[in-house]
């Protein structure tokens, strides 16, 4: 299996930061990457697909960036509602895997 | 809108069995790549099961024997069930669709757009 490792584990931030999440993966997965947000006792909800294209509904202050093995979710200015795991997602098999989340927190 | 509705969900002592059920609504589940995610309590995401096209089935490995995916078109709900449980079973286990926009190259491969909102397996020992 791919693994993927997310970098750091927690963020602390504060409101109107720039955040920046770092995501590798252990072989060449082209863009075939997303991100997700979850909240506490939520589902997870899809933010970026395909390494950088944003999901429909998602605030334009997050970008995805990256290509190969290493990519990067960035948070342009961070928003109360922002506070929350993330996870990176490789699927360049269907055999999709997880990084093992950042939470993003004050 | 789409919405995935999962049950079957609750206690279950080590070596029983369970099926959970993902009823979809407002797009067929046979079109689409449908998976089971799972995430046990405080841990990360792990993904489970992915059935598409025809009814071609993949499994990860930690479930491979004990697993079936399956789904019934008629009434657009997809199941997983589960056997020989085990302790470290236990997790949430959500259904997810892998839509046409978000799909990978591979076959069965893809980023998830839509889930429900999960159910609670326990696998007591």
């Known amino acids: 299996d791919i693994q993927m490792t997310q970098s750091p584990s927690t963020q602390s931030a504060s409101e109107g930061d720039r955040v920046t999440i770092t995501c590798r993966a252990s072989q060449n997965i082209n863009n075939w990457l997303a991100w997700y947000q979850q909240k506490p006792g939520k589902a997870p909800k899809l933010l970026i697909y395909k390494a950088s294209s944003l999901e429909s509904g998602v605030p334009s202050r997050f970008s995805g960036s990256g290509f190969g093995t290493q990519f990067t979710l960035t948070i342009s200015s961070l928003q109360p509602d922002d506070f929350a795991t993330y996870y990176c997602?490789?699927?360049?098999?269907?055999?999709?895997?997880f990084g093992q989340g950042t939470k993003v927190d004050i | 809108e789409v919405q995935l509705v999962e049950s079957g969900g609750g206690l279950v002592q080590s070596g029983g069995s369970l099926r959970l059920s993902c009823a979809g609504s407002e797009f067929t589940v046979s079109s689409d790549y449908m998976t089971w995610v799972r995430q046990a309590p405080g841990k990360g995401l792990e993904w489970v099961s992915v059935i598409y096209g025809g009814g071609a089935t993949y499994y990860a490995d930690s479930v491979k024997g004990r697993f079936t995916i399956s789904r019934d078109n008629s009434k657009n709900t997809v199941y997983l069930q589960m056997n020989s449980l085990r302790v470290e079973d236990t997790a949430v286990y959500y259904c997810?669709?892998?839509?046409?926009?978000?799909?990978?190259?591979?076959?069965?491969?893809?980023?998830?757009?839509?889930w429900g909102q999960g159910t609670m397996v326990t696998v007591s020992s």
């Open positions: 997602q490789q699927y360049s098999t269907y055999s999709v895997t």
């Open positions: 997810a669709r892998a839509g046409p926009l978000v799909r990978g190259v591979i076959k069965g491969s893809g980023a998830f757009d839509f």
